[in-house]
């Protein structure tokens, strides 16, 4: 069974402060999806990233980054100079393989993070 | 953003109700999913529907109905609603092929008292 782990329940930081939500998966696919997702207070979830089980390099948008390492199971997100703006619940979602026909996601239980300004 | 609506957006009802969520999408995507969101599980997937009239089940499935009679549209029905159906529903889409990324609809918070 695939499984998602974010451990950190509650992040609070000061505006302008780095900020690094881990996450770690269990798979025993070869080939998946990793995901993150972003729900602001009016609950919405928004799409932030895909990254692909093929694919290691890491991926930077803006004050956003990715950090992808297959060989310990993690898929980290980095938020650089943060704002209030990106206080959020962040999940983080594993596919299903990709030789399978489910393409459905496991979510990780999500990270709370306050940015006070 | 995608289109995709939920209705309704809230619900309160009362255990033993029949309940039905709808989902309804203007992308014309192949997939369809609902999942329930609850505190410290994320969200878990209860039904989900690779095309008109293919649909299949998630991990809590139990107690939960689904239906896919268009490509648009996805119900959700809860035949018999019990207190620990008090959840938001989140309604999914997928195009297929190589995207594998899910966009969801705004969630709708069912109360069962």
């Known amino acids: 069974a695939q499984k998602v782990t974010q451990a950190q329940t509650e992040i609070s930081v000061v505006e302008k402060e780095d900020v690094t939500l881990d996450c770690v998966y269990e798979?025993?696919?070869?080939?998946?999806?990793l995901f993150w997702y972003k729900q602001p207070p009016s609950g919405e979830l928004v799409f932030l990233i895909r990254?692909?089980?093929?694919?290691?390099q890491n991926e930077i948008s803006g004050r956003y980054s990715w950090n992808f390492q297959k060989s310990t199971s993690s898929f980290n997100f980095t938020i650089t100079a943060s704002q209030v703006v990106d206080s959020a619940v962040y999940f983080c979602a594993l596919s299903d393989g990709m030789d399978t026909g489910r393409r459905a996601l496991t979510f990780g239980s999500g990270t709370r993070l306050q940015v006070q300004p | 953003d995608a289109g995709i609506t939920q209705s309704p957006r809230h619900k309160v009802t009362e255990t033993g109700t029949p309940v039905t969520l709808r989902c309804h999408q203007t992308?014309?995507?192949?997939?369809m999913y609902w999942y329930r969101q609850d505190p410290g599980h994320g969200l878990r997937l209860i039904h989900y529907?690779?095309?008109?009239?293919?649909?299949d089940k998630g991990e809590v499935s139990d107690g939960y109905s689904v239906s896919r009679s268009k490509t648009e549209d996805f119900l959700l029905t809860l035949e018999s609603a019990t207190s620990s159906q008090t959840s938001v529903y989140f309604c999914?889409?997928?195009?297929?092929?190589?995207?594998?990324?899910?966009?969801f609809g705004p969630g709708t918070r069912l109360t069962v008292t």
């Open positions: 529907s690779y095309g008109v009239k293919d649909t």
């Open positions: 992308e014309n995507h192949r997939y």
């Open positions: 999914a889409i997928s195009e297929g092929g190589g995207s594998y990324e899910q966009y």
């Open positions: 990254r692909n089980s093929f694919d290691e």
């Open positions: 798979t025993r696919d070869t080939t998946y999806y």
